[in-house]
């Protein structure tokens, strides 16, 4: 059971209820998606959803996301100075979305005195799903690549990587799958069959980080997995000094 009267509805991602515990906002923008909304994790580890926003326009991730975060928080009767944490998908997506999230986030925890906590993105669409056996989650990398990583019993025991498609088939050549989430385009590009959870969620997000809020772990630094780098780099200096 949930905090309050009853479990998360993952299709919802809400299940009503009274607000006590760990009030925790929740960020996500490694996908397409932006998905942000405050959350309460219980002293028993479940996860009670105040509110969500989910909306796919990865042009407009910075436009977007402060917005949905003020909508939410006004939905919930959330104000800032009850946020007790920040959980922000660290990824694996591409850099100029996922630092987008890493940055507000860890702008709310600074202003707020809070801790940040990372979790891969992955992770959390994984989490979502709630359930034992082998899950595999494929997001999209571009450049005809994916994100992806493999599941047993809700710990991951491969990823997350970047490959093409073709190798992640071969990799998982032999592996009974028994759940496949994420993009459908790019999870159905492995051989695969999608199932319904295909970004991450402010439910699975917060369940990825519930143990350490409950324990009060301090979080390591925020650190994106972007496993591989952006498409612009600095360039190297030739020695060559002007004045």
């Not at 959390?124 to 999209?140: C, E, K, N, S």
Request: aromatic share 2%; glycine share 12%; hydrophobic share 45%.
């Amino acid at each position: 059971m949930g905090v309050g009267d009853g479990p998360v509805n993952p299709a919802t991602g809400s299940s009503g209820g009274s607000r006590r515990g760990t009030t925790v906002l929740a960020i996500d923008t490694a996908t397409e998606a932006v998905v942000t909304g405050p959350a309460v994790v219980g002293d028993d580890g479940t996860v009670e959803v105040l509110a969500q926003r989910v909306v796919t326009d990865h042009r407009r991730h910075a436009e977007l996301l402060t917005t949905l975060i003020a909508e939410t928080l006004a939905e919930s009767g959330v104000s800032r100075s009850d946020i007790d944490a920040v959980v922000v998908g660290t990824g694996p997506g591409p850099f100029t979305g996922l630092r987008v999230g890493m940055a507000t986030a860890a702008g709310f925890a600074d202003a707020l005195g809070v801790p940040a906590y990372g979790v891969c993105s992955l992770d959390a669409i994984a989490a979502a799903a709630d359930r034992r056996g082998t899950i595999v989650v494929v997001t999209d990398a571009r450049r005809r690549e994916v994100y992806w990583a493999r599941y047993l019993d809700g710990r991951r025991v491969h990823g997350p990587q970047v490959a093409a498609p073709s190798a992640v088939q071969a990799e998982l050549n032999g592996v009974a799958v028994d759940l496949a989430l994420g993009s459908p385009t790019h999870v159905e590009s492995v051989g695969l069959s999608a199932g319904e959870i295909a970004v991450p969620s402010v439910s699975g997000l917060v369940s990825s980080a519930a143990d350490a809020i409950r324990a009060g772990d301090e979080p390591p630094a925020l650190v994106p997995l972007y496993l591989r780098r952006p498409d612009a780099v600095e360039r190297k200096a030739t020695g060559v000094v002007r004045g």
